[in-house]
């Protein structure tokens, strides 16, 4: 249609009438003027018709909308409760994910896939059948589960509303079912709701066409091959991998409230990684993550190549470096450690959670425990109390894309509750101001906030300011100070700690597992610091013991923040509270933060047992 309407300007223009004498030459142009500018209106009234066609000839949103409107007309079963919320979601997902080991390829899979997933609620606002979980039915799990389904990828608009029905149908009578068990627990505890279950929040519209851009397969092969090479002269390392993966999801969101929207979010991730032993066997690992909207968010390949080199010689150093048993004293976050300690052991903390109802009185307890062990506990009761240092406040900026030339991934408009998202400061001057929230309420966040992000709320980019900062000279110079008072003859500084918050948690729920069995946290990269400026490289350090509490302890923040970003584990209430999501992906999170300098970290030497290392040198190293 564009073409058309441009072939339509320029018949109109060249059709012009011919004059020869000069008034005629006067009324000719005046009516050129005339017809092109009634051209011109008509081609922009067809374009913006054209728009208007195809937004509404989305055959899935389409297929949503009527299977919504009639879901909440029919859905009924017997003289149950009708249920007075439904959402509709669909992600279209385009992914291609290229491995390769050492120069050769191990996987190079373009995908294509299409996910639904439906929430029900019924009740109302103020008592519904979520936030509700079983431990002798796993209610709650299992509802997450049944609440996604495949959907053809062809825009079949009868298929996708069969697909949209059947989910319905089953989320339906668990909804029932939950809300049943629900009443019945909170009524044999003598317990009264006393916080809604839902927040009322404005109906939002908001629209984004698909992105179109995809990567050349064969560009993304060579780039893995070349990086992945680099591990054939270090083979003192027995196993890394290069993992580029591209990933298109398109979003179409309804819910019964009047709200829509759909969304691009276009994703690429780096991932380095390798694994050797150190000669005592214990385990010596490191990679790192880098993440952008697009190809050319990624730095230049001759800086991916020397990042490689530096990770497989440091590793390599890293086997015969020096260990410490134990370490009680100041420690330095430079770089990216500084955006990996805060994200992992802090930010958990700025999100509201909720305790479910259980039908077991011991769960309240146990969900407790689970959560002080598998990224800290919410700071919901610390309302108004010191969290941090005064000279140190946090804000949650969804709507900053980017830092100083560095494309930050937490940005949005809107969140996954179809929520318009704002700044949040979440910490003033140390003092704890607020929480981020979904629509789940809780004392301290009878609202959303905006950050519902994949199954709960989640931080967008997080960004640390200090007053008064440090540069590196000084902030050596007070870390230096501080453990010659403790009578050390060294400090710690800790650059990074290595394999992102996803790997964290698995490690942490593994020596749980194992009841403090193998399982390293080492971090990657920790020196030594002397007085003189001398630093050496320790292996086998992790952090032994670090709270929320720990952290009102930095004494110093640097004058240089940097971007870190990393992928976001949601924490275990929002699992349990049936939150509607069809991504398996984590979100991403960018965290702003300068170094921090604490007064005083523990750090312990990782304890085995571990299986020894290989009897015979590698057949890639030089006879």
């Given at each position: 249609m564009p073409l058309l309407a441009a072939s339509f300007l320029r018949a109109c223009f060249n059709n012009r009438p011919a004059a020869s004498k000069s008034s005629d030459i006067r009324r000719g142009r005046r009516r050129r003027r005339y017809?092109?500018?009634?051209?011109?209106g008509a081609a922009l009234v067809a374009l913006l018709l054209v728009g208007a066609a195809r937004a509404q000839d989305d055959v899935p949103m389409r297929a949503m909308k009527d299977e919504l409107t009639r879901s909440l007309a029919q859905l009924q079963l017997q003289q149950l409760d009708k249920p007075y919320y439904l959402a509709y979601r669909m992600e279209d997902v385009s992914q291609t994910t290229v491995s390769a080991t050492l120069g050769s390829l191990t996987q190079a899979q373009p995908t294509r896939e299409r996910v639904i997933a439906v929430e029900v609620r019924v009740g109302d606002y103020a008592?519904?059948?979520?936030?509700?979980?079983?431990?002798?039915?796993?209610?709650?799990?299992?509802?997450?589960?049944?609440?996604?389904?495949?959907?053809?990828?062809?825009?079949?608009?009868?298929?996708?509303?069969?697909?949209?029905?059947?989910?319905?149908?089953?989320?339906?009578?668990r909804a029932l079912e939950n809300l049943s068990a629900k009443r019945a627990a909170l009524e044999l505890r003598k317990r009264a709701a006393d916080l809604p279950d839902f927040s009322k929040e404005n109906a939002v519209t908001e629209t984004t066409a698909p992105s179109i851009s995809q990567p050349g397969l064969e560009e993304l092969k060579a780039l893995v091959r070349e990086l992945s090479a680099v591990f054939r002269d270090a083979p003192e390392i027995y196993n890394s991998s290069v993992d580029l993966q591209y990933r298109a999801d398109y979003v179409r969101y309804i819910n019964s409230e009047g709200s829509m929207f759909t969304r691009s979010e276009p994703v690429f991730k780096l991932r380095i990684s390798a694994q050797t032993?150190?000669?005592?066997?214990?385990?010596?690992t490191d990679s790192w993550n880098i993440f952008g909207r697009t190809l050319a968010d990624l730095p230049a390949k001759s800086v991916l190549l020397d990042r490689t080199r530096a990770l497989a010689g440091r590793l390599s150093k890293l086997r015969s470096?020096?260990?410490v048993e134990n370490y009680n004293g100041p420690v330095l976050f430079e770089g990216d450690a500084a955006g990996e300690v805060f994200l992992q052991q802090?930010?958990?903390?700025?999100?509201?959670v909720r305790t479910p109802v259980s039908d077991d009185s011991s769960f309240d307890t146990i969900f407790n425990q689970l959560m002080g062990q598998l990224g800290g506990a919410s700071f919901a009761d610390k309302i108004g109390g010191r969290v941090l240092p005064e000279f140190l406040s946090v804000s949650d900026k969804p709507l900053l894309s980017e830092y100083?030339?560095?494309?930050?991934l937490g940005t949005s408009k809107?969140?996954?509750?179809?929520?318009?998202?704002?700044?949040?400061?979440?910490?003033?001057?140390?003092?704890?101001?607020?929480?981020?929230a979904t629509r789940v309420p809780v004392r301290a966040a009878p609202h959303s906030t905006g950050s519902r992000r994949g199954w709960g709320a989640v931080p967008s980019n997080l960004v640390v300011t200090a007053e008064k900062p440090m540069n590196a000279g000084q902030l050596r110079q007070e870390l230096l100070g501080r453990a010659k008072e403790r009578g050390l003859d060294y400090a710690i500084v800790v650059r990074r700690l290595g394999g992102g918050g996803a790997a964290s948690l698995m490690r942490t729920a593994m020596r749980m597992a194992q009841q403090g069995g193998a399982g390293s946290g080492a971090m990657a990269e920790v020196y030594k610091v002397y007085p003189d400026g001398r630093e050496e490289l320790v292996q086998g350090l992790e952090i032994g013991e670090m709270t929320a509490a720990t952290f009102k302890d930095i004494?110093?923040?640097?004058d240089t923040p940097v971007v870190f970003t990393d992928e976001f584990v949601p924490r275990l209430g929002a699992l349990l509270g049936g939150s509607l999501s069809s991504s398996s992906e984590l979100p991403a999170v960018s965290c702003i933060t300068p170094a921090l300098l604490f007064d005083e970290v523990s750090l312990a030497k990782s304890q085995g047992p571990f299986p020894g290392p290989p009897v015979s040198p590698s057949p890639l190293a030089k006879q």
């Amino acid at each position: 249609m564009p073409l058309l309407a441009a072939s339509f300007l320029r018949a109109c223009f060249n059709n012009r009438p011919a004059a020869s004498k000069s008034s005629d030459i006067r009324r000719g142009r005046r009516r050129r003027r005339y017809i092109f500018g009634r051209a011109a209106g008509a081609a922009l009234v067809a374009l913006l018709l054209v728009g208007a066609a195809r937004a509404q000839d989305d055959v899935p949103m389409r297929a949503m909308k009527d299977e919504l409107t009639r879901s909440l007309a029919q859905l009924q079963l017997q003289q149950l409760d009708k249920p007075y919320y439904l959402a509709y979601r669909m992600e279209d997902v385009s992914q291609t994910t290229v491995s390769a080991t050492l120069g050769s390829l191990t996987q190079a899979q373009p995908t294509r896939e299409r996910v639904i997933a439906v929430e029900v609620r019924v009740g109302d606002y103020a008592l519904d059948n979520t936030n509700y979980f079983s431990l002798r039915s796993l209610g709650g799990l299992a509802g997450m589960l049944s609440s996604m389904a495949r959907a053809p990828l062809d825009d079949n608009y009868q298929q996708i509303r069969r697909e949209f029905w059947l989910a319905t149908d089953r989320q339906y009578k668990r909804a029932l079912e939950n809300l049943s068990a629900k009443r019945a627990a909170l009524e044999l505890r003598k317990r009264a709701a006393d916080l809604p279950d839902f927040s009322k929040e404005n109906a939002v519209t908001e629209t984004t066409a698909p992105s179109i851009s995809q990567p050349g397969l064969e560009e993304l092969k060579a780039l893995v091959r070349e990086l992945s090479a680099v591990f054939r002269d270090a083979p003192e390392i027995y196993n890394s991998s290069v993992d580029l993966q591209y990933r298109a999801d398109y979003v179409r969101y309804i819910n019964s409230e009047g709200s829509m929207f759909t969304r691009s979010e276009p994703v690429f991730k780096l991932r380095i990684s390798a694994q050797t032993q150190a000669t005592d066997g214990s385990p010596v690992t490191d990679s790192w993550n880098i993440f952008g909207r697009t190809l050319a968010d990624l730095p230049a390949k001759s800086v991916l190549l020397d990042r490689t080199r530096a990770l497989a010689g440091r590793l390599s150093k890293l086997r015969s470096a020096v260990s410490v048993e134990n370490y009680n004293g100041p420690v330095l976050f430079e770089g990216d450690a500084a955006g990996e300690v805060f994200l992992q052991q802090f930010a958990g903390g700025l999100l509201a959670v909720r305790t479910p109802v259980s039908d077991d009185s011991s769960f309240d307890t146990i969900f407790n425990q689970l959560m002080g062990q598998l990224g800290g506990a919410s700071f919901a009761d610390k309302i108004g109390g010191r969290v941090l240092p005064e000279f140190l406040s946090v804000s949650d900026k969804p709507l900053l894309s980017e830092y100083h030339g560095a494309s930050l991934l937490g940005t949005s408009k809107i969140d996954d509750d179809a929520v318009k998202t704002r700044e949040t400061v979440l910490v003033d001057h140390g003092v704890l101001k607020a929480l981020l929230a979904t629509r789940v309420p809780v004392r301290a966040a009878p609202h959303s906030t905006g950050s519902r992000r994949g199954w709960g709320a989640v931080p967008s980019n997080l960004v640390v300011t200090a007053e008064k900062p440090m540069n590196a000279g000084q902030l050596r110079q007070e870390l230096l100070g501080r453990a010659k008072e403790r009578g050390l003859d060294y400090a710690i500084v800790v650059r990074r700690l290595g394999g992102g918050g996803a790997a964290s948690l698995m490690r942490t729920a593994m020596r749980m597992a194992q009841q403090g069995g193998a399982g390293s946290g080492a971090m990657a990269e920790v020196y030594k610091v002397y007085p003189d400026g001398r630093e050496e490289l320790v292996q086998g350090l992790e952090i032994g013991e670090m709270t929320a509490a720990t952290f009102k302890d930095i004494v110093a923040a640097g004058d240089t923040p940097v971007v870190f970003t990393d992928e976001f584990v949601p924490r275990l209430g929002a699992l349990l509270g049936g939150s509607l999501s069809s991504s398996s992906e984590l979100p991403a999170v960018s965290c702003i933060t300068p170094a921090l300098l604490f007064d005083e970290v523990s750090l312990a030497k990782s304890q085995g047992p571990f299986p020894g290392p290989p009897v015979s040198p590698s057949p890639l190293a030089k006879q």
